[in-house]
Structure formats: structure tokens, C-alpha cells
């Protein structure tokens, strides 16, 4: 409760004055008594403050003891929402970071206040509580919200501890175990490649997988919240390291739900692709190769599902494309020992958009950029503005 200042100059020994003026603190409280010593007026305050206290701590710690329940049922969300409407009387709603209700209870009294406190760790959004209730339950919402943030946390690192089993199992799926398919008629797998050149340190490098892990963790609490077994990994694709999901094809939306979850939880461009429906442990190795060439056709922030076979693979797997690109790959190398060129010209061919952003992706200058392709196609003897040498290029030098 707000000391009043007539309570605080009795508590000092002076002559009351009129009115009832509240003080928020005790900075306010030495302005408004300037004429004796800070200290003072600060003690006072402090007493006052305590008096004042003091009624309400059995309530206090009542409340607390009943949010401290909530936080520890085995669905400590669904419970402090419940506990939450229970005590102001209103509506509370919990939604995960990717948009998902996670909780829901109550109802909004008529004149309700929204009230509305981001759940973030270490400036990632974890997720929101909203209230509707009466006004004055602002303080409470900030405290109760403390509380789901830490449920939150204990969710996600239940979690991680789920993923690396699944991720365990994926491995052991893609050799072929059948007993780590998860339950339903066939599985989808679904593959996301953060944009941007690989990165080049060991910090960029740990920073990156933990990007996709955090991803990942959204992912399979999407399908979690289904009642869906999920099993995730971020594994190296080609020179990109991608995190991976598989889940039952019974889900028609998956995939088009896992989208707009990773779209709701992170601002970062990023391409997603998908397989078809597979049934059978042995098509595990199709279902993620199926995602990673759909990877290749999506757009940034898009998501490109493999509805087809792709007419060029059985000429991008077939002896004399290999045959083809060591030839050419040799004829290269003669003139680029260190492999700038060949990655330079890799890069050029999965790059949709112009030069000046290509040299920019790879932190190269634009004419160090022009220099190099002029470079490699002396080499290899032909000129990329031909489509059929530039064909033969990109049989000889693109990941497939």
C-alpha cells in the first residue's frame, strides 16, 4: 500500500498538513520533507512501509504458495493459467513463441484491462501471457509471468533432453532401424537450411548450430503440443549444416504448420523443404535426400514441398555425370590449388540473385568476385553467359 504523507510527517514528529498525498518512494519522500536530513525521512519511510506491509504477508504468502503449486504440477502452464483466472477473476491466455495457445482459462469480466507480458530468456521470446481482467491485476500478471517463464524454460529443457534421444534414433533410422520409426502409417521429413554463406569461424560455427537448435526445439514442441511423436537433428548437408525433422505423415498440416511455427519464432531468413509420405525404414535416406532437394527450390523464408521426382536426378546420379565432373573438377584444380575458385564458382551456381549480392554473401569484393568467375571459365573454356557450358558447369560442380 502507498504511504500517504500526512502518515509520514507523524512518523517524524511534525505538524501534520492537509491532504492525503500518496508517495510512491522514498526519493519522493525526502523531496517532500526537504527540510530534514535524508536519512531520516528514508528510515521513516522504511517503518511505514513495513507497518503497512506487514497485515497483508499472511495473504502474500498465501498467494505465492498457491502459484508455487501451479509451477510444480506436472502441467504447470495449463495450471497457473487456471490459478491465474481463479484469483483476478478474468482470462488468461499462454502462447508458446511460435503463436500456439499452450493455455487457456476463464473468461473476461465486462470493462476488462488487456494486460500483455512477453515471456523471453536472454532476449529470445519464449512466449506470452495475456490477461483480461479488472484493472489492478497488472502486478500480479508481471509476477505470475516470472513464473511461466521458468515453465517455459523447464518445458524446453525437457525438450532438448527428448531431442537428443531423437536424435540418436534419426541416425539410427537413416541405417536402417526400423524399431525407431515413430507411431502412425508412413513419416514426413522436413529439412531447413539457415540463408547465408557457411560460416568461416569456430564461434560463427557453434552460434549457428545453436540457431538450429533452438529452431529444432520449436519444431518438435509443435508437434508435441499434437500429441505427435517427433524426432529432430541438425546434421551437415553439403557445406550447410541443417536441422532436420520426422514426424507421422498422418498429420496433413504438418508441414504447412511447421512453417508458420519457425516463421513465428525467428526473424532470421531460412528455407524449408520437404519429402514426400514414405512408409518403411529404409526409405528414411529418400525422405531426407527428397527434403534436401526441395531445399534447393525453395525461397528465402518459403517452404517448397517434394511433390515429384525430380527429372535431372537420374542424370545427376548416373556414372557419367560422375565421370563428367572429375574430368572438369581436375581441369579446375590445375589452375586453383587452393580451391578458392571452385567454391567461388559453387557458390555462383546456387546463387539466384546478382553479383553485387552474391560478393557481398561471401565477403568478397565485387571485382575480386568478377575476377575469379572470368578466372575459372579460362580454365575450363567456355564462358557462363552460354546456357550449354554453363549446363555442363553445373553437372560438374554443383552439390546435387
Not at 24 to 37: H, I, M, T, W, Y
Not at 290 to 307: C, N, Q, R, V, W
Not at 391 to 397: E, H, I, P, S
Request: hydrophobic share 45%; net charge neutral; charged share 20%.
Amino acid at each position: 500500500m502507498p504511504v500517504t504523507l500526512l502518515a509520514l510527517q507523524e512518523a517524524l514528529g511534525l505538524s501534520p498538513t492537509a491532504g492525503d498525498e500518496r508517495i510512491g518512494d522514498s526519493e519522493a519522500a525526502v523531496r517532500a520533507l526537504p527540510e530534514l536530513p535524508a536519512a531520516d525521512v528514508r528510515a521513516a519511510f522504511a517503518r511505514l512501509q513495513a507497518d503497512t506491509l506487514r497485515p497483508h504477508l499472511p495473504g502474500l504468502r498465501a498467494l505465492l504458495d498457491g502459484a508455487q503449486r501451479a509451477l510444480n504440477h506436472p502441467q504447470p502452464e495449463v495450471t497457473l493459467a487456471r490459478w491465474l483466472a481463479g484469483v483476478t477473476g478474468g482470462e488468461v491466455t499462454v502462447r508458446a513463441s511460435w503463436g500456439d495457445v499452450v493455455a487457456h482459462a476463464g473468461h473476461a469480466p465486462d470493462g476488462a484491462e488487456m494486460t500483455e507480458v512477453p515471456l523471453a530468456f536472454e532476449r529470445r521470446p519464449v512466449g506470452t501471457l495475456h490477461l483480461r481482467a479488472a484493472p489492478g491485476w497488472a502486478d500480479l500478471a508481471a509476477l505470475i509471468a516470472e513464473l511461466l517463464r521458468l515453465a517455459r524454460l523447464q518445458a524446453a529443457a525437457a525438450g532438448a533432453a527428448r531431442r537428443r534421444v531423437g536424435e540418436r534414433q534419426f541416425e539410427a533410422l537413416l541405417a536402417g532401424d526400423a524399431a525407431q520409426l515413430p507411431p502412425g502409417e508412413g513419416f514426413t521429413v522436413a529439412a531447413l537450411r539457415l540463408d547465408g554463406p557457411p560460416p568461416r569461424s569456430v564461434r560463427a560455427r557453434e552460434a549457428r548450430t545453436a540457431q538450429l537448435d533452438v529452431l529444432c526445439s520449436v519444431g518438435e514442441g509443435f508437434f508435441y503440443r499434437r500429441g505427435l511423436t517427433c524426432l529432430t537433428a541438425v546434421r551437415a548437408q553439403g557445406d550447410h549444416d541443417v536441422a532436420v525433422w520426422l514426424w507421422p505423415a498422418a498429420d496433413p498440416a504438418g508441414a504447412a504448420g511447421l512453417h508458420e511455427a519457425l516463421l513465428n519464432a525467428t526473424t532470421a531468413p531460412f528455407r524449408l523443404g520437404v519429402s514426400r509420405a514414405h512408409a518403411g525404414a529404409g526409405a528414411a535416406p529418400d525422405a531426407l535426400r527428397e527434403a534436401a532437394e526441395a531445399l534447393k527450390i525453395a525461397g528465402p523464408g518459403g517452404a517448397a514441398t517434394f511433390t515429384q521426382p525430380d527429372p535431372l536426378r537420374p542424370l545427376l546420379d548416373s556414372p557419367e555425370r560422375a565421370a563428367h565432373a572429375a574430368a572438369w573438377q581436375a581441369r579446375l584444380r590445375a589452375g586453383d590449388p587452393d580451391g578458392k575458385l571452385a567454391a567461388t564458382l559453387r557458390a555462383y551456381l546456387g546463387h539466384a540473385g546478382s553479383l553485387a549480392a552474391l560478393a557481398d554473401d561471401l565477403n568478397l569484393h565485387l571485382n575480386t568476385l568478377r575476377y575469379r568467375l572470368r578466372r575459372a571459365e579460362e580454365l575450363l573454356g567456355g564462358g557462363l553467359s552460354d546456357p550449354a557450358f554453363a549446363a555442363r558447369v553445373y553437372l560438374a560442380f554443383s552439390e546435387g
